[in-house]
């Protein structure tokens, strides 16, 4: 047994160019699934893995935040007097603990290792776990607490994995992997967005990270990688190759969307809103009449395609 992993670290510096122009006066973390931000998907996953102690990094632009995270006193007493109590509860679970959240600012974009290693002094020596809220991952039991629990018997550093077709590995960072013994990857090495044709496997880093202290030291050397940027993955390959044995690679259980992406996004808002109570039956109507209407006509050429060529 190790000690409990209570804090977590938000890299969320990023100008959200992808999603312009929505993101030009809102964080891309404000984009919201169904009803939810994004961000709030995140730490709602590290709630339930025991984590205590929020810390975000953060850039120009984001401040708005920081007052979604804080409480709104008008909103809470018109809805108190107009007695909506579960609106109420809806916002409560937005609500932080007093000095239980920190803000800390990357000042340059200088990678994802450099955001982490931003939140050093916040950090300490404890280990820490890293949510990337642009992974979404639809869970059973939430993708951080299966970690969080492999790690009380593991320790060490523990990056979720999975596999990814071939032709995408050069988006990820990726293991070179030595053995595997259940949902455990045992890698000798890692890469961060290898070239085509060079990907040691397709066993893929998914934006989830329980670090142990040591990953900072290696930050500290503030070591420049793939595409011109500090990155986390090498501050870890760094770990494995002085400390064999001590990084693993965690195969979680549960459905990852790319919400980075727009069609990952949108991918994510259909999933996560046919697991609706509310909205399921009406949806379903609704996307069986896309099938139907809208999906038919662009099948109908690829049939006439596929049996040209047969
Ligand atoms: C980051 C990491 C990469 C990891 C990926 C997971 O890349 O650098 O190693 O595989 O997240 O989503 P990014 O997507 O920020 O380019």
Known sequence: MCAKVTTAI???????????????????????????PLIQYAVEEAREAGITDFIFVTARGKSSLEDYFDTNPTLEAT?????????????????????????????????LGHAVWCARRLVGSRAAAVILPDDLIVAETGCLKQMVDAHDETGGTLVATMEVAPGQTSSYGILDVEAEKGRLVYPRGMVEKPGRGTAPSNLAVIGRYILAPG????????????????????????????????????RFTGTRFDCGTKAGFMQAAVHLTLRRDDLR??????????????????????????????
Do not use: C, W
Not at 281 to 304: H, I, Q
């Open 215 to 250: 990953i900072f030291e290696h930050l500290e050397a503030r070591t420049v990688g793939a595409g011109g940027e500090i990155q986390l993955t090498d501050a870890i390959a760094a770990e494995i190759a002085i400390r064999p044995g001590s990084v693993l690679g965690f």
């Open 79 to 111: 809805l108190r007097m107009a007695g909506k109590t579960q609106l109420l509860d809806t916002l409560a679970a937005t609500n932080m603990d007093s000095g239980r959240i920190a803000y800390v600012r990357q000042h340059q974009a200088l990678g």
């Open 281 to 310: 039956d009406e949806f379903a109507d609704y996307l069986r009449g896309v099938m139907d209407r809208d999906l038919a006509p662009l099948r109908a050429p690829l049939r006439a395609v596929t049996s040209a060529a047969s």
């Open 10 to 36: 938000f890299p969320i510096a990023g100008l959200g160019t992808r999603f312009l122009p929505a993101t030009k006066s809102i964080p891309k973390e404000i984009l919201t699934l169904v009803d939810k």
